[in-house]
């Protein structure tokens, strides 16, 4: 099982930037697919997820109205497009699986994003 | 939004027993999900539903859940078991996942 996170990097505040989170090794359109954000020093927050059949998404008040997650189930990726971008957003950005809709049960290495100017 | 309140740090002497509060509102009548996490490195599950435990995490990771109160208990502590620990449970009233602050585990 692998999940390899990328497109992290330095943007501007008010840009934009489109994570991109690889999946092999399982059947993607099985399972729910998250993603988690860490700031540096700090705890792990949720920031939105996918559902198996591509029906449904959550996102976190945070982030509601400036981040859009999608799914390609044919290249086996999930994506999460940040607009809007604030410092606040600055984190590691981890995508990770879900057989469930309530945990992950497996996590990418993430993906660092840094909002600065 | 849901709040969940861990400690921010415990210790333990090695081959003694870590207990890791995750305190809520009625967290008893949901689930629990627990994570290790390890300096610079991915979070990993080591406890799912309150106490099932995913395949490759020891025996010695149990956990509960009642009234108020999720705990995870680490027996016969190693210092591979040092990290920080993060409770998750998913808010269904806001339907968004909500971890706890982490707790730092440090084995003396």
């Known amino acids: 099982v692998q999940l390899v996170e990328s497109g992290g990097g330095l943007v501007q505040p008010g840009g934009s930037l489109r994570l991109s989170c690889a999946a092999s090794?399982?059947?993607?359109?099985?399972?729910?697919i998250y993603w988690v954000r860490q700031a540096p020093g700090k705890g792990l927050v949720w920031v939105s997820r996918?559902?198996?059949?591509?029906?449904?998404?959550n996102y976190a008040d945070s982030v509601t109205g400036r981040f859009t997650i999608s799914r390609d189930d044919a290249k086996n990726t999930l994506y999460l497009q940040m607009d809007s971008l604030r410092a606040e957003d600055t984190a590691v950005y981890y995508c990770?699986?879900?057989?469930?809709?309530?945990?992950?049960?497996?996590w990418g290495q993430g993906t660092l994003v840094t909002v600065s100017s | 939004s849901y709040v969940l309140t861990q400690p921010p740090s415990v210790s333990v002497a090695p081959g003694k027993t870590a207990t890791i509060t995750c305190g809520g509102n009625?967290?008893?009548?949901?689930?629990v999900h627990w994570y290790l996490q390890k300096p610079g490195q991915a979070p990993v599950l080591v406890i799912y539903?309150?106490?099932d435990r995913p395949s490759g995490i020891p025996e010695r990771f149990s956990g509960s859940n009642s009234g108020n109160t999720a705990t995870l208990t680490i027996s016969r502590v190693e210092a591979g078991d040092e990290g920080d620990y993060y409770c998750?449970?998913?808010?269904?009233?806001?339907?968004?996942?909500?971890f706890g602050g982490g707790t730092k585990l440090t084995v003396l």
């Open positions: 090794g399982f059947i993607f359109s099985d399972y729910w």
């Open positions: 990770g699986r879900g057989r469930v809709a309530t945990f992950v049960d497996y």
């Open positions: 996918f559902n198996s059949d591509g029906s449904d998404t």
């Open positions: 998750q449970v998913w808010d269904r009233s806001s339907d968004q996942g909500v």
């Open positions: 009625n967290i008893g009548d949901i689930s």
């Open positions: 539903y309150d106490s």
